[in-house]
């Protein structure tokens, strides 16, 4: 099973950056897909997720600034994620999950810096 992050990097405050996160190795489908980051020093906390049955959930500080999207057939999640502040600067993860298994990426910076 490989999940593979990718689109972090430095934008400045206000900015916008997408995040994807490409999923092999499971059936990407019956898998609930969701987003998290960790702070040096934190712990590790859920930014948003997709449920196989097409359900959102998200973070009350990312309420309206971020969206969460997958396309099944490309075995893909994305993180949309705009008017970024400083306070979102992280390392963003990337979780499939199902009743049994959680499997992670390895992790994308992000930093939100002028």
């Known amino acids: 099973v490989q999940l593979v992050e990718s689109g972090g990097g430095l934008v400045q405050p206000g900015g916008s950056l997408k995040l994807s996160c490409a999923a092999s190795?499971?059936?990407?489908?019956?898998?609930?897909m969701g987003w998290y980051r960790q702070v040096s020093g934190k712990q590790r906390e859920l930014v948003a997720a997709?449920?196989?049955?097409?359900?959102?959930d998200y973070a009350d500080s990312v309420k309206g600034r971020f969206t969460i999207s997958r396309d099944n057939a490309k075995n893909t999640v994305y993180l949309q994620m705009n008017s970024l502040k400083p306070e979102d600067t992280a390392v963003y993860y990337c979780?499939?999950?199902?009743?049994?298994?959680?499997?992670w990426g390895q992790g994308t910076q992000v930093t939100v810096s002028s």
């Open positions: 979780k499939a999950a199902n009743a049994i298994m959680n499997y």
């Open positions: 997709y449920s196989r049955g097409g359900t959102t």
């Open positions: 190795g499971i059936m990407f489908s019956m898998y609930t």
